[in-house]
């Protein structure tokens, strides 16, 4: 089986958690199938962005998406870009995996689960985190206390702008993390199937 896994960031330049065991299971899964990795990079380079290139060799093949610079600071980028999509399509046409398993879609973008569905192939989808309801990652608010208030939307805008100080986020309008989790809610309803490696990461997210 060829089993492409998508993830924000990857080892050896990034090592969290879901990169991490991003990389292990990969490994793993490389003994018998033909398995790459795709990822973004933030990292200036001399080639071409807005293109996929193949980094490195681990025991699988690693690809990057470029992104230029310019156009990575803007608060949507954050979890929608559609300018990714006919690059991504590219690739997918030319590796042909039989299934995509996306494992973090934070700076990439969401609807590159469409383009999987729409290409013909099923696509997976972990939550490792609350990056699906909570645009600060880790469900606690501007005073780092656990938020409570996350089955709507409504305090998102002012939390996430007194948490980073981004007037740009202030600046983003009223619905713009209502939308955001709509189009995030309708991705993940595309998915063939949506993994959660925690019961109670799995019913908050539910609710949200």
């Not at 009223?174 to 595309?190: G, P, T, V």
Request: with cysteine; net charge positive; glycine share 4%.
């Amino acid at each position: 089986m060829r089993i492409l896994q998508v993830i924000h960031q990857f080892p050896r330049t990034h090592g969290a958690g879901s990169e991490n065991y991003t990389h292990q299971i990969t490994s793993k899964l490389a003994r018998k199938n033909d398995v790459a990795v795709l990822a973004m990079s933030e990292k200036l380079f001399d080639g071409t962005y807005g293109k996929i290139h193949q980094r490195r060799e681990l025991p699988y093949p690693v690809y990057n998406y470029f992104q230029h610079p310019e156009n990575s600071d803007l608060p949507e980028k954050e979890y929608w870009n559609p300018a990714f999509e006919p690059a991504f399509l590219e690739f997918l046409n030319h590796w042909q995996p039989d299934v995509v398993h996306f494992q973090h879609a934070l700076q990439l973008s969401i609807s590159l689960i469409s383009v999987t569905v729409n290409s013909g192939r099923p696509a997976l989808f972990t939550a490792h985190d609350y990056w699906t309801i909570c645009p600060n990652i880790i469900l606690l608010n501007h005073r780092m206390k656990p938020c409570t208030l996350f089955e709507t939307t409504h305090p998102c805008r002012a939390c996430m702008t007194r948490r980073f100080k981004a007037p740009r986020i202030a600046l983003a309008g009223s619905d713009f993390y209502a939308k955001r989790r709509q189009r995030i809610q309708h991705e993940l309803s595309r998915c063939s199937k949506v993994l959660c490696p925690s019961n109670t990461l799995m019913h908050q997210l539910e609710k949200g």
